[in-house]
């Protein structure tokens, strides 16, 4: 079964640092969006992502964050300059026309 | 914008009894309900969903109802087991866009 797969799977940074969180998303669909989880809290929806340009955003997703999607597999999320609030797990999700979102295992990323 | 309110926070049931979660959602433009899983530490893996010209869908032991002039939808699992043990996340949407989550329920089923 295909599915979303997310690299890596855990990166501990230096506040200030860049980070690039990788995902290769499910190749037949079209719709790609990043979440995040801090750690016991609920899944807050960052960007999504369609025909090659974000189509929505929260207010979560300030300057410091960009997607790419740079070739036909791989979607891409940079922080640009992390601070100690962005550790979080990080999960990438695709969807086909209908909805349904398929998620990856996620990143956990770790500001310190 | 969307808000999503989900109770209880914490359910804890006797193993073979149902389990009962309750979602509710600002935005009467809402058409898909989906309901997440999640066990400790691992992604959330979709359960059921149901979108917004049906009042109810059923899959085995678990099912959904929604109310879309009360705006409420529920979460009903039936004949609880210990792998039902693990936080269950409700979230609402209006387009394939973006999905608004519930705080999450942490599901314990008693043995």
């Known amino acids: 079964e295909p599915e979303v797969t997310q690299t890596p799977s855990h990166q501990v940074t230096q506040m200030g640092q860049e980070v690039i969180l990788r995902c290769v998303p499910i190749s037949n669909h079209l719709y790609f969006y990043w979440y995040r989880q801090i750690l016991g809290q609920k899944v807050e929806f960052l960007v999504s992502f369609y025909n090659n340009e974000i189509s929505e955003k929260s207010e979560i997703f300030d300057d410091q964050f960009s997607v790419e999607r740079p070739d036909g597999s791989n979607f891409t999320l940079k922080i640009r300059s992390t601070k100690l609030e962005d550790s979080a797990m990080y999960f990438c999700?695709?969807?086909?026309?209908?909805?349904?979102?398929?998620f990856g295992e996620g990143s956990r990323l770790t500001v310190l | 914008g969307e808000n999503v309110e989900q109770h209880p926070s914490t359910l804890s049931v006797q193993e073979g009894d149902s389990a009962v979660i309750k979602c509710t959602y600002s935005d009467s433009a809402s058409n898909y309900f989906p309901w997440y899983k999640q066990e400790l530490g691992k992604r959330p893996q979709l359960i059921i969903d149901?979108?917004?010209n049906v009042g109810e869908k059923k899959d085995q032991r678990i099912a959904v109802t929604l109310n879309k002039t009360a705006k409420h939808f529920s979460l009903h699992i039936t004949e609880t087991q210990p792998e039902d043990s693990a936080v269950y996340f409700c979230a609402a949407s209006r387009s394939n866009y973006q999905l608004i989550w519930g705080a999450g329920t942490k599901l314990i089923i008693k043995p």
């Open positions: 149901i979108r917004s």
């Open positions: 999700a695709s969807s086909p026309m209908d909805g349904e979102l398929f």
